[in-house]
């Protein structure tokens, strides 16, 4: 079980640059594919012999556009299979399964003005972001960060859009972002997506400017899902013991055992699937639980954290 | 007739300056000395602002420099003639601002929650826009039956400035309106009037 899913073909498939290749998904049935906003992911569940990749991508086109989905994967060299399939195995006309887009990244509505802080791939919520923004009349701004080899490829990409609004910077120094950073109208707010260093140095940039908390936000992944080291999850209420494998995620393994539980995001952002720990030791990778929360151990969030311990008691 | 405890009812503070921030703004609705109104005024380094209003027809609003006293830089501070001269130059002055700017507003609450609707128009939020209440209790009044603000209200009921209604004044504020609301005192038994007391000076 995988929650409610989709199932896509795949209209085009078109190679961007090396590593760089865009779909098209429509849905495999006919009809509209489920509404989203701009900064929902869509996590692919990839079928590759006995193996189910699960990976997730930021949709680009504008959302108000239910006729497609679209995103971009970058081939990932240290890949577990999942974006070295995408590239390899899936071609024009496959039907693939999808969950429903999830938005851990949205657009903050009540913002005057949007600066947007990209870097590499990084860039693809930013796409999503910019079809609603100009679709709206809404003023934008976007710094994007990239290796001068791949200037060419992001130039492409937001060619629809070239002009002031848009600023590419392949010169490796986050430097070109103080001047911006220190002009802008009150009402504004800031987002970054990209490589760790690229959000951390984006954003102490922006706090030393004097920009508050609130109007700072970055993309947090929810792809740290599956990954870790096995371990068994004991269900005390329904009584049984679910194994949870290296590449399965907790709330995904207690669904394959047949066990309902609650969730809804399943990004570790939402609070919804909070279940109790009896015994054991949780690796916390949510954004829900308080500092206070995690360390008591008395919480886990089973959409995206997992174990420390062998084995951990859980109150489901 | 008053309801305690009203959720809406604002609770103020000692004004603090926010040491993220880049650059201040303290604005009072009487000259006070800065700090009497707000601590930290030390972190603020040199750009820091007070505007006050004098209430009177002998200052010009220009900009004069003083010090903040102790390790703190240089004040840049205006006094104006009246509230709406003050009002006037501080929409100009947010309409050219940018992020990392931090608003302060100390007075009565007829002035702070008008200085935080001008702050939330031009785009700050509240964790931006300080507010503390100083000097006279004395209330704006939003009757709800014709929508007329009644200002400079000290008493527990009134006579409505728009459509004469003689209105209970209630906990409930609006921030929108920097107002409290008003409502019919004698709707169950027209001319059956409770006592008028002096509860806001």
């Known amino acids: ?316 | 007739m008053l309801i305690s405890n009203i959720k809406s009812r604002p609770v103020y503070e000692r004004l603090r300056l926010d040491g993220a921030g880049r650059r201040h703004l303290v604005v009072s609705d009487a000259p006070r000395d800065l700090p009497e109104v707000i601590d930290g005024v030390e972190s603020a380094g040199g750009l820091l602002g007070y505007w006050m209003v004098a209430s009177t027809a002998t200052v010009d609003g220009q900009p004069q420099t003083a010090s903040a006293g102790g390790n703190a830089g240089e004040v840049e501070t205006r006094a104006f003639r009246a509230v709406s001269h003050l009002m006037d130059r501080l929409t100009h002055r947010l309409a050219q601002e940018s992020v990392g700017f931090r608003l302060y507003a100390i007075g009565e609450e007829g002035f702070i929650w008008e200085i935080a609707r001008l702050a939330r128009e031009a785009g700050l939020e509240s964790y931006e826009c300080q507010t503390a209440h100083a000097g006279s209790m004395r209330r704006k009044v939003f009757c709800v039956h014709c929508k007329t603000i009644t200002s400079g209200v000290t008493t527990s009921l009134v006579a409505c400035d728009g459509c004469g209604a003689h209105l209970v004044v209630r906990d409930h504020f609006s921030r929108t309106h920097a107002a409290f609301m008003g409502v019919l005192a004698d709707a169950e038994a027209p001319g059956d009037l409770p006592p008028v007391e002096e509860l806001f000076p």
């Open chain 1, 1 to 316: 079980m995988m929650g409610q899913t989709l199932k896509l073909r795949v209209a085009s498939a078109v190679t961007l640059a090396p590593t760089l290749k865009a779909f098209r998904f429509v849905p495999a049935e006919g009809g509209l594919v489920p509404a989203s906003g701009p900064g929902a992911h869509l996590r692919l569940f990839l079928r590759d012999g006995d193996k189910v990749h699960r990976n997730a991508y930021s949709l680009i086109a504008n959302p108000d556009d239910r006729s497609h989905l679209s995103i971009i994967v970058r081939r990932v060299a240290a890949s577990k299979g999942g974006s070295a399939f995408l590239h390899e195995q899936v071609r024009e006309g496959d039907v693939i399964e999808a969950g429903l887009p999830a938005n851990l990244f949205p657009v903050i509505r009540t913002a005057r003005r949007h600066f947007m802080v990209s870097g590499g791939i990084g860039l693809t919520p930013f796409l999503a972001y910019i079809a609603a923004f100009e679709a709206g009349g809404t003023p934008w701004e976007l710094h994007h960060f990239c290796r001068p080899d791949e200037r060419g490829v992001f130039e492409a990409l937001l060619d629809p859009y070239a002009g002031t609004r848009v600023h590419i910077h392949s010169g490796g120094t986050l430097d070109v972002l103080d001047g911006p950073l220190s002009h802008q109208p009150l009402g504004t707010h800031v987002y970054t997506c990209g490589p760790d260093a690229l959000m951390t140095g984006a954003l102490e940039r922006a706090a030393e400017l004097g920009w508050p908390k609130a109007r700072l936000h970055s993309e947090s992944f929810g792809g740290a899902v599956a990954g870790g080291a096995p371990f068994i999850a004991v269900l005390r209420r329904s009584g049984i013991e679910v194994a949870v494998d290296a590449e399965t995620g907790l709330l995904d393994a207690i669904e394959a055992a047949g066990v309902e539980a609650p969730c809804l995001c399943r990004g570790g952002a939402c609070g919804q699937c909070l279940i109790e720990v009896a015994d054991g030791v949780p690796e916390h990778r949510d954004h829900f639980l308080d500092h206070e929360e995690r360390a008591s151990n008395r919480f886990i969030m089973t959409c995206v954290s997992r174990s420390k311990t062998p084995r951990i008691v859980l109150d489901l």
